[in-house]
């Protein structure tokens, strides 16, 4: 489900699970330990990228709706434990935003260092308020903290998926790049803030993102409690049912 490829120094960590890198359980405790270990193998920065045009579609629907209560709340907790890890990482992290990249795959690509997507005719956003589920408190707080609490609420409430350009003028990303070269992108990026002064780098880092772990430890508890409670709303599983009959229509 992972691929990993070391780039020197830099380890690249490529969602690779077919067709559309749907994040389900499994995937998402493999990429935090991925995330998580990477430094303690001597990683010095990581790019988190996808497959040809396709970044992540999100979460596994078909997946988690098989999932009990105890089920969900535990998917919950691993996967903010997995934007904790993401959030908080001692190297940095850029996100090769390599195609499509709608609701978890935006959240992911949020709470990188730095976001370089595709350009084309592809689509990033939290668009999950479109098939029934509010977005979670601190992702809320991830999103309003990256492109300012007017473009958050623009974004989120109306679920809005926007091109690669639109994302660049709202501050959801901040490169856009032909597509063969958003992986170079990311890895040129890494090696220009690895050849920083590291130890005046790595301090500066450490203090701008410490929010974020202050973040995740005051929200994620109350934020799994409620999302595991809205998962099992009668007005979110007739959402989420509707999209999974969509797309086997599509498919």
Not at 38 to 45: E, F, I, L, T, V
Not at 101 to 115: E, M, T
Not at 134 to 163: F, N, T
Not at 202 to 225: C, G, I, P, Q, V
Request: with cysteine.
């Amino acid at each position: 489900m992972l691929k990993k490829i070391e780039h020197g120094e830099i380890l690249e960590i490529r969602l690779e699970r077919p067709p559309v890198n749907a994040l389900h359980h499994p995937l998402v405790q493999e990429l935090r330990s991925a995330i998580e270990s990477a430094p303690k193998q001597g990683a010095k920065a990581i790019v988190l990228s996808g497959t040809a045009g396709m970044y992540s579609a999100g979460l596994d629907v078909p997946f988690l709706l098989g999932l009990d209560q105890a089920g969900m709340e535990k998917f919950w907790e691993d996967f903010f434990a997995m934007l904790r890890s993401m959030a908080t990482s001692p190297i940095p992290v850029a996100a090769a935003i390599t195609g499509h990249s709608p609701a978890g795959g935006a959240v992911i690509a949020i709470f990188c260092d730095v976001r370089i997507a595709a350009e084309g005719k592809f689509k990033i956003g939290l668009n999950e308020v479109q098939v029934g589920l509010p977005v979670p408190r601190v992702i809320l707080a991830g999103l309003a903290r990256l492109v300012g609490q007017r473009h958050a609420e623009r974004l989120a409430v109306h679920g809005l998926l926007v091109s690669p350009d639109e994302a660049l003028a709202t501050g959801l990303v901040d490169q856009v790049v032909p597509p063969e070269e958003v992986v170079p992108k990311a890895i040129e990026w890494c090696r220009e803030t690895l050849k920083l002064p590291q130890t005046a780098m790595h301090t500066t880092r450490k203090t701008l993102r410490e929010d974020y772990a202050k973040l995740f430890d005051s929200l994620s508890a109350t934020t799994r409690a409620e999302m595991t409670g809205v998962w099992f709303s009668q007005e979110t599983q007739e959402s989420l049912k509707a999209l999974v009959a969509s797309l086997k229509k599509k498919a």
